[in-house]
């Protein structure tokens, strides 16, 4: 995933047509997901490489099929870098690697509807703030349940991001005085 990447990206586009793509993008993985509209048991996990790393929330409905609802990225057809779900298949020795969190009852257009919701509201990409972790854990809250790790992003990508912040607002403050003085 490239959101090491990316500081900024624009909010998810909500327009019925990036809707239609996202689900479009579900296509390749009918045979691995379970009825839409049937409630049953799921598995749900956390898949991360560790600090400061991508994070993603897999779900399992069987013990055999993962599959993944995490953040990513597409150049839109507006030319305007977003936000977007995504899903992929996770396999092999990545199985391996999922914390496990709890289980939750529900339907898996469920977890779509609250990929989607939490997705379109949570605004502006920001690195260290409105990023992978905190998509993750408001998926999880939006489906009642808790991450393991209390952590909401990572303290020290924040306390940067601020400083940088900090300096860009300076910077432009001091170039619109310089203008306004010319």
């Known amino acids: 995933m490239d959101s090491c990447n990316n500081f900024f990206v624009s909010p998810m586009d909500t327009s019925e047509d990036a809707i239609e793509r996202f689900l479009d993008d579900l296509i390749p993985f009918a ?17 991360s490489s560790g600090f400061g790393s991508h994070e993603s929330i897999v779900f399992s409905s069987d013990g055999k099929n993962y ?19 995504i899903c992929r298949p996770i396999t092999g020795e990545t199985i ?8 939750t009852m529900t339907t898996a257009e469920r977890i779509i509807g609250a990929a989607l919701d939490t997705m379109a509201s949570l605004g502006t990409y920001v690195k260290g703030f409105t ?14 349940l808790v991450h393991p790790d209390p952590h909401d992003g990572d303290l020290v990508v924040k306390i940067a991001g601020g400083i940088i912040l900090c300096l860009v ?5 001091n170039k619109a005085r310089d203008s306004q003085k010319n």
């Open 169 to 173: 607002i300076a910077i432009l403050t």
């Open 67 to 85: 599959l993944t609802v995490e953040l990513g990225f597409e150049d839109a057809v507006d030319g305007v870098r977003r936000i977007r779900p």
């Open 96 to 103: 391996a690697k999922l914390k496990y969190i709890g289980t």
């Open 131 to 144: 990023d992978c972790q905190r998509y993750c854990r408001l998926v999880l809250q939006e489906l009642r």
């Open 31 to 47: 045979g691995q997901l379970p009825d839409l509209k049937q409630a049953r048991t799921f598995s749900v996990y956390s898949l």
